[in-house]
């Protein structure tokens, strides 16, 4: 009877360490332990009623959740089935929750039209799929080259922007189609734009970025550059699509000419003041004119959008302090540039009315294919160090820092189109895109971060190996060799100066839960939701900023 006892306290004990975590000013209180047999948390999609809808997934079934709002305690599971329409296939894309209503969005090819199609089903309140409705066709070649769907909801959740972006790298062609829509399905505003680029010595064109506010207003951002060898120079071209609510959506054109600059991505952040604001890196260039495909900088681009005047056009070179901990001090003092491998994860609006740039290094290695009919093929995504950059009101560089840090994981997939993802050839579309949602649940959603700007002060949450403990010189960090046995780490930075502290778990326990930073979701001013999981459970979260 003792030993009964005893081990039911040690259950009990264990259960309580599971059901919270503290890291920091960080605090996540979980819920009960998801039950469902099959299916583990890649999205959560919103809250309606007091209740939480998220989508899980096993390999390629997917399945609605739900969650109480209040406790997160799991409620129940329903898995997705789609039948084909007209013989063909659907795949699923999204799950969103827009105001009272929910739906699975999916897109199939429609061979006997020759249409990429995406289409809708509304959720009930027991988790049944309705009808499939079409809400948007896209003509297209042929199924190999039908281009590919991007979408988000709009500020406020009530709107839906929806973009099919198809590539012609051959013919130097780029068209993309957007249907903007409301809770109900029904057709705010939709419009097509074709691109003809001319051909010429080092040409790169593509889409680079889109969103929609919260007023519903649309803005596109795409870019071309080429080389001038007869001046010398590299001609960049940034180009800005304005589709206004207040002006009944006509499409209004903005270009921005960057002389004696390659730039080599752009995301865009329409802020509070009314600007908005293209934001990303740039290369400087060889005395021949060619890119030195190198990164030397961040420029931030303003446009007044009131009259769609460019406002400010600032070029940032990197401090000598990142560069050291880069690429180390030795290269930095010969003035030598970053390597092209950042992306942009996040663009935060400062409470002083500049920017906050994240920057992940990330790679992603594809292996050979191996099967027959069905191919598996083996993917590796890297996510290591985070560049931090604050940019002031003026679009001036106010201070830098990197987050150290060291993840991969590989997956196997089944057919490589299957993960797409945010990019198509040329194309690379959207902030925040991270990983594609076939991977998701795979593994890569333990990678990267959360980024929490509470108070006017930023705290980025990451996994992070035990052996780091304390670390935050690059050249201390240790690879993280299995990311299920990743542990929650703080990093909280002086908005005033960038200067850098972290913070570890005051405990943790070897089979702990461990966060997945892809599988978040922002309740409120200081409140997220947050899915982990272990190897014997796995559960929703609270995550309050202190």
């Known amino acids: 009877m003792k030993f009964k006892l005893l081990g039911l306290l040690l259950l009990c004990a264990s259960m309580y360490s599971f059901a919270q975590l503290e890291v920091g000013n960080v605090n996540i209180n979980f819920g009960k332990e998801v039950t469902a047999k099959k299916g583990t948390v890649v999205q959560i999609a919103g809250e309606i009623d007091g209740v939480t809808y998220a989508l899980a997934s096993k390999k390629e079934t997917y399945y609605i959740e739900t969650f109480d709002a209040t406790t997160q305690d799991y409620l129940n599971s329903e898995q997705i089935e789609f039948d084909k329409v007209n013989g063909s296939k659907v795949s699923i894309e999204d799950l969103a929750v827009m105001e009272d209503k929910i739906y699975v969005f999916a897109s199939y090819y429609d061979k006997k039209n020759k249409q990429h199609i995406f289409a809708a089903y509304e959720v009930s309140k027991d988790l049944k799929l309705g009808a499939v409705q079409k809400v948007m066709a896209v003509d297209v070649v042929s199924k190999s080259k039908r281009g590919q ?3 988000e909801p709009s500020h406020d959740g009530l709107k839906y922007l929806l973009m099919h972006v198809n590539i012609d790298d051959r013919k130097e062609q780029l068209r993309y189609d957007i249907n903007l829509i409301d809770k109900d399905l029904i057709l705010i505003q939709q419009d097509y734009s074709e691109h003809q680029f001319e051909d010429r010595k080092d040409l790169e064109f593509s889409l680079d970025d ?3 506010n919260e007023y519903g207003d649309i803005f596109i951002v795409l870019s071309d550059s080429w ?4 001046e010398k120079t590299t001609e960049t071209h940034l180009t800005v699509h304005a589709y206004y609510a207040s002006k009944n959506y006509v499409r209004e054109v903005i270009n921005v000419d960057l002389k004696g600059k390659k730039v080599l991505n752009c995301n865009v952040i329409n802020t509070l003041d009314g600007r908005l604001q293209l934001i990303g890196f740039y290369s400087g260039l060889r005395k021949s004119g060619k890119s030195e495909w190198r990164i030397e900088g961040i420029f931030d681009v303003a446009l007044n959008t009131a009259d769609n005047s460019v406002v400010k056009e600032v070029f940032n070179e990197f401090t000598f302090d990142v560069k050291r901990k880069l690429i180390g001090e030795r290269r930095a ?3 030598k540039d970053l390597e092209p491998f950042y992306r942009n994860t996040h663009l935060i609006e400062r409470d002083n009315g500049g920017v906050i ?3 992940e290094w990330y790679t992603r290695q594809i292996g050979r294919a191996s099967g027959g009919l069905i191919s598996f093929t083996p993917i590796t995504y890297n996510t290591n160090e985070i560049i931090v950059t604050a940019l002031d009101a003026n679009g001036r560089l106010e201070w830098s820092n990197v987050v150290p840090k060291e993840q991969n994981v590989s997956v196997v997939q089944m057919s490589i189109g299957l993960f797409a993802g945010g990019s198509n050839g040329s194309v690379s579309v959207g902030v925040g895109v991270m990983f594609p949602l ?4 795979e593994g890569p959603e333990f990678l990267s971060s959360i980024p929490l700007y509470e108070n ?3 705290s980025l949450l990451v996994n992070d190996d035990p052996k780091n403990i304390g670390i935050t010189d690059m050249d201390d960090v240790r690879k993280v060799r299995n990311v299920k046995k990743m542990i929650p780490v703080l990093f909280v930075f002086d ?4 200067k850098m502290e972290r913070f570890d778990p005051t405990e943790f326990k070897k089979r702990q839960l461990v966060l997945r930073p892809g599988v978040t979701y922002k309740r409120g001013p200081g409140e997220y939701l947050i899915f982990a999981t272990n190897k014997e459970s796995k559960q929703l979260g609270k995550l309050i900023v202190q």
């Open 149 to 151: 769907y991007f979408f």
């Open 210 to 212: 889109f969103e929609v």
């Open 227 to 230: 080389r001038n060898k007869k």
């Open 333 to 335: 003092k010969k003035g």
């Open 357 to 359: 740039v994240l920057s």
């Open 438 to 441: 076939s991977v998701l649940g």
């Open 456 to 458: 006017g002060k930023l």
């Open 495 to 498: 908005d005033a100066t960038g």
